[in-house]
């Protein structure tokens, strides 16, 4: 109430418009194994084409038939809200590609060596490891620094050369902080890295480049490729001594040899953002219809471009670089829940260690800036190459790589593992139960979140009794769905099956007993992704009772002719006469038939038991279902009247939500018969005094009408018949 302290006229609002809102009664979990996508966590799809391009096609080199159950239950009038759980035993691995890093072939040239009143021209020309040009003539392109600027010196490179050389495969700098000194350097680098990657640079002072200019190439390397050192002619004494000086420095390997000649792996390794074969490319290297590529290309600069394909198809592109702004984990991440490419994930690798480095501030800065502390590059693979006597100064000491880039090339995600081996029983049983203490929960104990909503649960495709056992008891204690199982596929007979749902079979010693799981026989043939297959009928289970609640109500039995037909099914592992169906639905027994009524019929399901053995109302899945359906709505709609006064005043507010939600559940046919008792009659005193606020609801279920009785009366031809 507003604090009234003057005169005046106010208003209060409150709000006593409570009702019970609405619950999605079809919403699925299941929990298997797949090729690709989040692992242990729910996730929610609500259409195939998202679970297969999150988890990967169905396949029967995968255990289980989750993918298979999912996809079917999602088929045209079954659910559209799904979470699939997937399960990885300890062997699951991620698919990789190692993308190699290799330094770009470079010339720095020296600030002292400029002619004065001498033009100066140079041909350039640089070259891909696949023979690629920079420039369209042979010989390459030249350019020309006039007299005056290349007194300048250093400065000629920083201004006339970048401006000049406008490629994507060639550029020009001069810096001298990176080189560590106070004289200003000049660089010409081919932006092509890797091995058979090169640069030319011819130097004259009368543009005819005539015998005894100086040439020089230099040959960058990548993690696979040799050490190789300078080639070209002398320097010509009438170059060098009047006009330029140019040092030809080989930029180190940034894959090592070491001393002892044990290969050092310096490169970035992009693998699937999830584990699993499903990004694997293929056996073979251009198969573009399976799996993650990646495709990287020179892009000017520093920067690569780094393309991600799925299935022939790309998905993204991204201008990377060995550099801050565009450094490549920055861009497509490093790990499976950070931001990132949705596809994969990447990481430096040094010496075989995932390593986190800095990235360089500048492209020339030297590798060693990125944080792997002292590296002996220095002595590896060393220029030999000496200048002649005849031409002035000297060649530095070897420089450790700068000008370091992804090499160019395309490179298919392999040896992924999906964390399914099917020979170990135990990895398989562990990795599907799962664990409620893991954060986040594993396995079967995921689905255990109210916040899912999930009124179905399955694993589908597995018949291990502990796995089942543990779907049922989680199904119990969270009251939140409803478990679905059957028996393993070949069972040869319906005593089989019968023994089996009993606990009297070599495959399963402990009986299902409980309103809040249902069992189905005999598994049914059909076609999946043009795969025809077996498959566990509790999904055929799953899929009517989604449609039942699309077409009728929760409540009404997911069995039958009207709700229960198999559209799609092919063939059933046993056909089930009367005789079969009465002995499995009767005497005890909790298996519900799945029959093929031949052409007439088709296929159905063909039973509405719960594994209760009790008989009472629970023992009919509608029932269980309108309990775990009234249970969530309630719940979810009176969270409110927690911590309200426990006087009639509440009472009262919670009967007037409850009667029009019930009444409305029995206008559907739900119930017969209802009555909200929230009094003094439910909360006594003592219950009062403990803070208890109780409320009695009694509803009368409708039965369904399983067994159809039409007597048929014969009379002879004197007897009176009304209309």
Same mark, same amino acid.
């Given at each position: 109430?507003?604090?009234?302290?003057?005169?005046?006229?106010?208003?209060?609002?409150?709000?006593?418009?409570?009702?019970?809102?609405?619950?999605?009664?079809?919403?699925?979990?299941?929990?298997?194994?797949?090729?690709?996508?989040?692992?242990?966590?729910?996730?929610?799809?609500?259409?195939?084409?998202?679970?297969?391009?999150?988890?990967?096609?169905?396949?029967?080199?995968?255990?289980?038939?989750?993918?298979?159950?999912?996809?079917t239950v999602m088929s045209p009038g079954g659910t559209n809200s799904l979470y699939f759980v997937r399960a990885a035993t300890n062997n699951i691995a991620e698919a990789s590609a190692s993308v190699n890093i290799g330094a770009c072939p470079a010339l720095i040239i020296r600030d002292d060596?400029?002619?004065?009143?001498?033009?100066?021209?140079?041909?350039?020309?640089?070259?891909?490891?696949?023979?690629?040009?920079?420039?369209?003539?042979?010989?390459?392109k030249v350019f020309h620094i006039p007299a005056d600027t290349a007194s300048k010196q250093g400065d000629a490179i920083a201004s006339v050369l970048p401006g000049s050389l406008n490629s994507d495969r060639v550029a020009a700098y001069s810096n001298n902080s990176a080189f560590g000194d106070s004289e200003d350097r000049g660089v010409i680098v081919g932006l092509w890295a890797g091995s058979g990657a090169s640069l030319t640079v011819e130097a004259s002072n009368d543009n005819t480049f005539a015998e005894g200019s100086l040439l020089k190439s230099v040959a960058a390397i990548d993690s696979v490729g040799e050490v190789s050192?300078?080639?070209?002619?002398?320097?010509?004494?009438?170059?060098?001594?009047?006009?330029?000086?140019?040092?030809?420095?080989?930029?180190?390997?940034?894959?090592?040899?070491?001393?002892?000649?044990?290969a050092k792996n310096f490169s970035y390794v992009v693998e699937s953002k999830w584990p699993g074969a499903g990004y694997n490319l293929g056996v073979a290297p251009d198969d573009s219809t399976s799996g993650v590529s990646v495709l990287t290309g020179t892009n000017g600069n520093e920067k690569v471009s780094l393309g991600v394909y799925d299935r022939g198809s790309i998905t993204a592109t991204y201008p990377v670089s060995m550099v801050v702004g565009s450094f490549?984990?920055?861009?497509?991440?490093?790990?499976?829940?950070?931001?990132?490419?949705?596809?994969?994930?990447?990481?430096?690798?040094?010496?075989?260690?995932?390593?986190?480095?800095?990235?360089?501030?500048?492209?020339?800065?030297?590798?060693?800036?990125?944080?792997?502390?002292?590296?002996d590059l220095n002595g590896i693979g060393t220029t030999t190459n000496e200048p002649p006597e005849s031409a002035a100064g000297t060649y530095p000491s070897p420089i450790t790589p700068r000008f370091v880039k992804l090499v160019e090339g395309n490179k298919g995600l392999a040896y992924g593992s999906n964390g399914a081996d099917a020979t170990n029983t135990a990895a398989i049983q562990a990795a599907l139960i799962g664990d409620a203490g893991a954060n986040p929960k594993s396995g079967i104990q995921a689905l255990d979140n109210d916040a899912l909503n999930i009124s179905l649960g399955m694993v589908p495709g597995v018949s291990i009794p502990a796995v089942q056992d543990s779907l049922i008891f989680l199904a119990e204690g969270s009251q939140n769905f409803l478990a679905l199982i059957s028996p393993p596929y070949g069972l040869n007979t319906v005593q089989d099956a019968i023994d089996w749902s009993?606990?009297?079979?070599?495959?399963?010693?402990?009986?299902?007993?409980?309103?809040y799981g249902a069992a189905y026989w005999p598994w049914v043939q059909s076609t999946i992704q043009g795969t025809t297959r077996w498959l566990d009928p509790a999904i055929y289970a799953a899929y009517s009772m989604c449609y039942t609640d699309g077409v009728a109500e929760p409540w009404f039995a997911p069995a039958g002719q009207n709700r229960g037909s198999i559209t799609n099914a092919q063939a059933v592992e046993t056909d089930l006469s009367q005789g079969d169906r009465d002995t499995m639905y009767s005497g005890g027994n909790v298996l519900n038939?799945?029959?093929?009524?031949?052409?007439?019929?088709?296929?159905? !399901? +063909?039973?509405?038991?719960? @594994?209760?053995?009790?008989?009472?109302?629970? %023992?009919?899945? *509608?029932i269980r279902r309108m309990m775990i359906f009234l249970r969530k709505a309630i719940l979810n709609s009176t969270?409110?009247? !927690? +911590?309200?006064?426990?006087? @009639?005043?509440?009472?009262?507010?919670?009967? %007037?939500?409850? *009667?029009?939600?019930?009444?409305?559940?029995?206008?559907?046919?739900?119930?017969?018969?209802?009555?909200?008792?929230?009094?003094?009659?439910?909360?006594?005193?003592?219950?009062?005094?403990?803070?208890?606020?109780?409320?009695?609801?009694?509803?009368?279920?409708?039965?369904?009408?399983?067994?159809?009785?039409?007597?048929?009366?014969?009379?002879?031809?004197?007897?009176t018949i009304g209309i």
């Open positions: 109430m507003p604090n009234l302290v003057s005169p005046g006229v106010y208003t209060v609002e409150q709000d006593v418009s409570d009702y019970i809102g609405a619950v999605n009664s079809s919403v699925v979990g299941i929990v298997g194994f797949a090729s690709r996508g989040p692992v242990n966590r729910p996730t929610l799809v609500t259409e195939p084409n998202n679970l297969v391009a999150t988890f990967g096609d169905p396949s029967e080199d995968i255990y289980g038939q989750g993918l298979e159950g999912a996809l060596g400029y002619g004065v009143n001498k033009d100066l021209y140079l041909r350039i020309q640089a070259t891909s490891p696949d023979g690629v040009k920079a420039f369209a003539e042979d010989e390459g050192g300078l080639e070209g002619e002398t320097i010509g004494e009438d170059i060098c001594e009047t006009s330029l000086k140019i040092w030809g420095s080989e930029f180190k390997p940034v894959s090592l040899l070491g001393g002892n000649s044990t490549i984990e920055d861009v497509i991440g490093i790990g499976s829940v950070d931001q990132g490419d949705p596809l994969i994930k990447g990481s430096l690798m040094y010496e075989g260690v995932r390593s986190g480095a800095s990235p360089l501030n500048s492209f020339m800065q030297k590798v060693t800036s990125m944080g792997f502390g002292d590296l009993n606990g009297q079979s070599f495959t399963r010693g402990k009986a299902i007993s409980s309103s038939p799945i029959v093929s009524f031949g052409i007439a019929g088709g296929v159905q !399901v +063909f039973g509405q038991r719960t @594994a209760q053995r009790k008989p009472t109302a629970l %023992d009919r899945v *509608n969270r409110q009247f !927690v +911590f309200e006064p426990n006087d @009639a005043f509440t009472w009262d507010r919670i009967k %007037d939500a409850l *009667n029009p939600f019930l009444a409305d559940i029995k206008a559907r046919r739900g119930i017969t018969e209802f009555r909200v008792v929230c009094d003094e009659t439910t909360n006594t005193p003592a219950r009062v005094d403990r803070n208890e606020m109780w409320c009695k609801v009694l509803i009368k279920p409708t039965k369904t009408a399983e067994m159809i009785v039409f007597e048929l009366n014969l009379t002879n031809q004197s007897a």
